[in-house]
């Protein structure tokens, strides 16, 4: 269903792969640096008019096997996708809505994440630049408008993860405390498990470390991963250079699809 086409890309490049035929596959994408640029602070992310009408297409030519699986919290993707996608995987898989639009898993943070969250605005007080996330079931540090800060900021959650029994994900000028749950490749894997998406091809489009576990399910399943970037090593099996290059993609995939 899909094979690659040449390249004289260094020895170490993954290959692009060609448009995908959507009639026999299930789509999972990542938000924030795939289907969205990257911005200063989460929060200057918001609606677009063009990835709006690239996802209704979507999920229309895929018959509704589409889900999004971010890192965000729930409501936070719902404004940015405008409540356009049913099934989504939130705070990295701790959080699931299926097709139905039924919640079927909503891990909660407690006490250790109330911890953490006053721990991390301590630390953030005299930090100028430093953007704290709070998701309810994880907390995330975001360095980008502070990049020097970016070790302090890793330490403070190594100490804290270590003494809130909590774990740690890493992502792109972001270091994240949550706690122990599904990640990426688990919420994959539960999608895959139910309508619409039994019985169909597992593709995951992601850009950062979050979505390895997604890359992974999707080829234990019998599909592959799609990473948004340069980033190696990965478990992906193909590259796209950018958000554009992906929204091109998957816009090629449409029109192959309804022509």
């Known amino acids: 269903m899909i094979s690659t086409a040449h390249s004289d ?33 989460p929060q200057a992310v918001g609606p677009s008019a063009s ?35 049913t099934a989504v995987a939130a705070v990295h898989g701790l959080v699931r809505r299926d097709a139905e639009g039924k919640l079927v898993s909503k891990a909660l943070g407690g006490p250790a994440m109330a911890s953490v969250l006053d721990a991390v605005r301590a630390f953030a007080a005299d930090r100028v630049g430093l953007v704290i996330e709070n998701k309810g079931s994880a907390v995330a540090l975001h360095y980008r408008q502070f990049p020097a800060a970016g070790a302090q900021c890793r330490a403070l959650a190594r100490d804290l993860a270590a003494d809130l029994a909590l774990e740690i994900q890493e992502g792109d000028m972001v270091v994240e405390l949550k706690i122990s749950g599904p990640n990426k ?67 090629r995939a449409v029109e192959a699809a309804t022509s």
Do not use: C, H
Request: glycine content about 12%; cysteine-free; aromatic content about 8%.
């Open 9 to 41: 890309a260094p020895e170490d490049a993954l290959p692009t792969p060609i448009i995908p035929d959507l009639s026999g596959i299930a789509l999972f994408a990542d938000l924030d640096g795939t289907l969205a640029p990257i911005e200063a602070t």
């Open 51 to 85: 990835r709006r009408g690239l996802i209704d297409a979507l999920i229309r030519a895929l018959s509704g096997r589409f889900a999004v699986v971010s890192g965000r919290g729930l409501e936070d993707i719902d404004r940015v996708l405008e409540n356009r996608v």
């Open 185 to 251: 490749g688990g919420a994959v894997k539960a999608f895959m498990a139910e309508p619409p998406f039994t019985g169909y091809m597992p593709v995951f489009l992601g850009d950062d470390f979050t979505d390895e576990s997604g890359f992974e399910a999707a080829q234990a399943l019998g599909g592959f991963g799609v990473v948004v970037g340069a980033r190696r090593p990965t478990a992906a099996r193909y590259a796209l250079s950018d958000v554009a290059a992906t929204r091109a993609w998957l816009r």
